[in-house]
C-alpha cells in the first residue's frame, strides 16, 4: 500500500510514454501526409501537367549539337571527326527543364527557349540546379543563335536513338503532337510535368521554386 500523498510506482513511466507520443505523433503524421497520400505544405503544383506516376527516363547517349562546330573538311577529303555525344545520363543530377522541337528552330520556339532562360535566372541562386535542354529534331541548328542568345543552353539531335525519349514525352502529353512542349525531369531523371505551348513561364516559375524548396536532391 503506498503511503499518503505518494504516487503510483508506474507514474514514471506513464509520464515518459505520453511525452513519447506527443514528441512523434506530430511526425508519424507528417510522414503519412506526405509519403502515404502525397500532401505536402506548399500545396500541389498546378500550372503544369502531372505525369502521375514520375516515369523513368531510359539513358541515352545522343549526339550533342551545341560544342563549337568544327572546321570545314576539304570537299576531296572525307571528315573522320565524329560529333560530340552527350552523356548517357545528361538528364540526371539536376532539375531540367527540356524543350521538345524543330531543330530550325521557328519564332515560336525561340520564344519559349527565352522564356525558360528567363525563368531559370528568375530562380537566383537556385538557378544551378536546374538546366535547360533542347531537343531537337530534324535538320539542326542555328548554332551561331544559339551559342549567342542561349549559353546556358544543352543542345542534343533527336537521333534515331532518341525513339524511346520522345515515345515517352508523346504518351505524358496525351497526344502525337509532342514537340513544342516544356517538359520538368526531376534529378534522378524522372518525368514529373509537361506544360503545353500556351504555358505562362510565371506558372512555370512558381511550380519549379516550389519543387526545389521541397526537394533535398538536385
Given amino acids: 500500500m503506498n503511503a499518503p500523498g505518494s504516487r503510483p510506482?508506474?507514474?514514471?513511466?506513464?509520464?515518459?510514454?505520453?511525452l513519447m507520443l506527443l514528441f512523434f505523433?506530430?511526425?508519424?503524421?507528417?510522414?503519412?501526409?506526405?509519403y502515404g497520400i502525397g500532401w505536402s505544405p506548399g500545396g500541389r503544383v498546378n500550372y503544369g501537367e502531372l505525369v502521375e506516376p514520375p516515369v523513368p527516363l531510359p539513358d541515352l547517349a545522343l549526339p550533342q549539337a551545341d560544342a563549337p562546330p568544327p572546321e570545314a573538311p576539304r570537299a576531296d577529303v572525307a571528315s573522320s571527326v565524329a560529333p560530340p555525344v552527350a552523356s548517357a545520363?545528361?538528364?540526371?543530377?539536376?532539375?531540367?527543364?527540356?524543350?521538345?522541337?524543330?531543330?530550325?528552330?521557328?519564332?515560336?520556339?525561340?520564344t519559349d527557349l527565352y522564356n525558360t532562360r528567363q525563368v531559370r535566372a528568375a530562380l537566383g541562386a537556385d538557378?544551378?540546379?536546374?538546366?535547360?535542354?533542347?531537343?531537337?529534331e530534324?535538320?539542326?541548328?542555328?548554332?551561331?543563335?544559339l551559342h549567342a542568345q542561349q549559353p546556358d543552353l544543352v543542345t542534343v539531335q533527336a537521333s534515331a536513338a532518341a525513339a524511346p525519349?520522345?515515345?515517352?514525352?508523346?504518351?505524358?502529353?496525351?497526344?502525337?503532337?509532342?514537340?513544342?512542349?516544356?517538359?520538368?525531369?526531376?534529378?534522378?531523371?524522372?518525368?514529373?510535368?509537361?506544360?503545353?505551348?500556351d504555358a505562362r513561364p510565371?506558372?512555370?516559375l512558381e511550380d519549379?521554386?516550389?519543387?526545389?524548396?521541397?526537394?533535398?536532391?538536385g
Fill in 9 to 18: 510506482a508506474g507514474h514514471p513511466r506513464r509520464v515518459f510514454i505520453t
Fill in 165 to 197: 525519349l520522345t515515345a515517352i514525352l508523346e504518351h505524358a502529353g496525351h497526344t502525337p503532337a509532342a514537340a513544342d512542349r516544356v517538359y520538368l525531369i526531376d534529378p534522378l531523371g524522372n518525368l514529373m510535368m509537361c506544360y503545353s505551348v
Fill in 127 to 136: 538557378r544551378e540546379r536546374v538546366r535547360r535542354v533542347f531537343l531537337a
Fill in 89 to 110: 545520363s545528361f538528364l540526371k543530377g539536376k532539375w531540367t527543364l527540356l524543350y521538345l522541337g524543330a531543330g530550325g528552330c521557328s519564332a515560336g520556339c525561340r
Fill in 208 to 217: 519549379l521554386k516550389k519543387l526545389l524548396r521541397l526537394s533535398h536532391v
Fill in 25 to 34: 505523433a506530430p511526425v508519424a503524421v507528417a510522414f503519412i501526409l506526405y
Fill in 202 to 204: 510565371k506558372g512555370m
Fill in 138 to 145: 530534324g535538320a539542326c541548328c542555328d548554332l551561331a543563335w
